[in-house]
């Protein structure tokens, strides 16, 4: 059974730093591109990034966290992270790590970890 | 603001069909495939569509995809008191070089 179980979540004030993990089980991890998605309180979804199964091919991030966050992987350790820095209020959101069965289609989802930014 | 657009709601009553318009542009929705989301209240966003038409096992037939040019549409029949939840498309976008969503539509069965 695939398993995404998002962890690093908590209240950080405003210009501060957190990292996300996701520890994924269940399938061949390094055979996978991996995403975070992001859903601000009462709103709808919003990709944050990508990355490629090697790290190699492709790093894809969004306008609004470009510079401050950076995605990584751990193929050996099964395991998806984003380091976010210089958080902002607007950053508040339960961030989700998703796997792509191919390009943007996001087959499965971890059951997401609460970030809240306190300015 | 959202790339792509979609009504905020719809409703019908149980057994009924619904239809969920999804529209965007010829960068995303016109030169990509589109996909279907659906959120229960409280839980993870969870796929229902794929390649504008294509779902995945364990997603019953009742819930369709369609797509026409810059548009795509999602369909329920048979609707049921279950799916009650949020539903949101998503896509490609190549002038963005990101993946966009639509705001999302909040299904309600009467």
């Known amino acids: 059974e695939v398993q995404l179980v998002e962890s690093g979540g908590g209240l950080v004030k405003s210009g501060g730093s957190l990292r996300l993990s996701c520890a994924a089980s269940?399938?061949?991890?390094?055979?996978?591109?991996m995403n975070w998605v992001r859903q601000a309180p009462g709103k709808g979804l919003e990709w944050v990034s990508s990355i490629s199964s090697s790290s190699t091919n492709f790093i894809h991030y969004a306008d609004s966290v470009k510079g401050r966050f950076t995605i990584s992987r751990d193929n050996a350790k099964n395991s998806l992270y984003l380091q976010m820095n210089s958080l902002r209020a607007d950053d508040t959101a339960v961030y989700y790590c998703?796997?792509?069965?191919?390009?943007?289609?996001?087959?499965?989802w971890g059951q997401g970890t609460l970030v809240t930014v306190s300015s | 603001q959202s790339v792509l657009t979609q009504p905020p709601s719809v409703s019908a009553a149980p057994g009924q069909r619904v239809a969920i318009s999804c529209s965007g542009s010829s960068s995303n929705i016109g030169s990509n495939y589109v996909s279907w989301y659906h959120q229960l209240p409280g839980t993870a966003p969870k796929l229902l569509i794929f390649e504008d038409n294509k779902r995945p096992s364990g997603i019953p037939d009742r819930f369709s995809g369609s797509k026409s040019g810059t548009s795509a549409t999602l369909g329920i029949i048979g609707l049921q008191t279950g799916d009650e939840a949020d539903y949101y498309c998503g896509t490609w976008d190549t002038n963005l070089n990101a993946v966009v969503f639509g705001g999302g539509t909040t299904v309600t069965v009467l």
């Open positions: 269940g399938f061949f991890f390094s055979s996978y591109s």
């Open positions: 998703a796997r792509s069965r191919y390009g943007d289609v996001f087959d499965y």
